[in-house]
């Protein structure tokens, strides 16, 4: 059972992180207090229709009608809860400098509403020091004495989406309080998602841990895509050398190469860290270099479906092209940032006429604002090609195999075969 100064929990941000972190704490035993100020998704939660794994779409349904979850865009609320956690998106604008707008506005309310005896636990991902600097000093700004009479502490989530394997239960978590107490009190919460909890000595580890957690992911996505591009010159199967490559049981971690990375982290969180240092003239050559790499794998993806269509004897322009596949990843919802939009964006650019196929994704809104709808049943013959991006599972795919010309940007799509 949670200890008593800790027995409710107010989660900011009700979004892909906030509303499993929210039933996890409510399924330790916890009072929770989802808040988000959209009423148009906690209207989504209330209806059941939100993007969640089995698991948490059963704990949902249990706790949806319980008193001890509730769900509101009351902000002022938030002084009701023993501890309150911050779980809002930071996400990066188009010239991939860090959006902290929704982390500084969640951090305000907090501070507006922050009571003695409260314990405020920040699991967004951001620069070394956001704790500190978002929360702390504005605390004693306010008369607030930190690690005595309220407490600090930086969890970053380590959620991933649409993952049945890899739960937020089965997962340790990192915690750095701004004192011993600081990290005990969020401990405690913390343990109500997961029995593992890695306690560090500073808010500033915590948030250095994140940020070199999905900087190594990143390193080693670019890696394989770049891999995937030599293999191609040299006219081998880069899933057969990877294949071969994990057999090796230390010294290597399978990454697959794709059409790019999206989401809320691999695209993101590094640029925090390269923003922080650019302030301090600082640099990560290695970091910046992969990040580079990673923004250009669209532009690769357009270069090998030129290649496919010339081959066939025709060009891009006015080429009819089918996208399989928007989201970020199998099996999710979710589009944020994800790398079909940048190549439906050069796609359209070099005059292609573009649809596209996804059963998880009905709308997609473009990046020049423009929205597109999902072929319902898409013909294999209808299109000059197609480009397979995001293949879900439980989903026939079988009319591909009717397009003239498939492009398997995932490597991995066998209906492609080798075409």
């Not at 891999?227 to 040299?234: H, R, S």
């Not at 390269?274 to 910046?288: D, F, H, N, V």
């Not at 199998?330 to 190549?343: E, N």
């Not at 599972?393 to 209906?415: I, K, M, Q, S």
Request: charged share 20%.
């Amino acid at each position: 059972m949670p200890p008593e100064q800790n027995s409710s929990v107010a989660v900011i941000g009700m979004g892909y992180v906030g509303l499993p972190t929210a039933l996890g704490l409510h399924a330790g035993g916890l009072t929770v207090l989802g808040v988000d100020r959209d009423p148009d998704r906690l209207e989504t939660i209330r209806a059941g229709r939100a993007d969640l794994i089995e698991a948490d779409q059963r704990r949902l349904e249990k706790s949806l009608p319980q008193e001890t979850f509730q769900l509101t865009t009351d902000l002022a609320r938030l002084a009701e809860a023993d501890t309150v956690m911050v779980c809002v998106p930071t996400p990066v604008d188009r010239h991939r400098m860090p959006d902290l707008a929704a982390l500084k506005s969640a951090c305000a309310a907090i501070l507006e509403h922050a009571r003695p005896g409260q314990t405020l636990i920040l699991t967004s991902t951001s620069f070394v020091g956001t704790t500190q600097q978002l929360l702390v000093a504005p605390l004693t700004e306010k008369g607030f004495v930190v690690g005595e009479d309220i407490h600090v502490a930086s969890s970053p989530e380590r959620i991933d989406p649409g993952n049945n394997t890899h739960t937020q239960a089965e997962t340790p978590r990192v915690i750095g309080g701004v004192s011993a107490e600081c990290a005990e009190r969020a401990r405690q919460v913390i343990e109500a998602l997961t029995p593992v909890a890695h306690v560090v000595g500073s808010p500033e580890a915590a948030e250095m841990t994140k940020l070199y957690e999905n900087s190594f992911r990143a390193v080693n996505i670019a890696l394989a895509n770049e891999f995937a591009e030599v293999c191609a010159e040299l006219s081998l199967d880069p899933i057969e050398v990877t294949d071969a490559a994990a057999t090796k049981p230390y010294g290597f971690m399978r990454f697959n190469p794709g059409p790019g990375v999206g989401g809320h982290c691999i695209p993101c969180d590094p640029h925090y860290l390269l923003w922080q240092l650019r302030e301090s003239r600082g640099t990560a050559p290695l970091l910046s270099q992969a990040m580079t790499s990673i923004a250009d794998r669209p532009r690769q993806v357009v270069s090998r479906l030129l290649e496919a269509l010339s081959a066939a004897g025709r060009g891009l322009a006015g080429a009819r092209v089918l996208v399989v596949g928007v989201t970020y990843k199998p099996g999710v919802q979710d589009v944020r940032s994800s790398s079909a939009l940048d190549i439906i964006d050069q796609l359209c650019a070099r005059g292609a006429k573009v649809d596209y196929y996804d059963p998880l994704a009905r709308r997609l809104t473009l990046l020049d604002g423009k929205v597109l709808e999902s072929v319902v049943q898409p013909r294999g013959n209808d299109w000059d090609v197609a480009l397979i991006h995001t293949a879900h599972p439980g989903h026939n795919y079988d009319w591909v195999a009717d397009c003239p010309t498939v492009v398997d940007a995932t490597y991995r799509f066998e209906l492609a075969g080798a075409r």
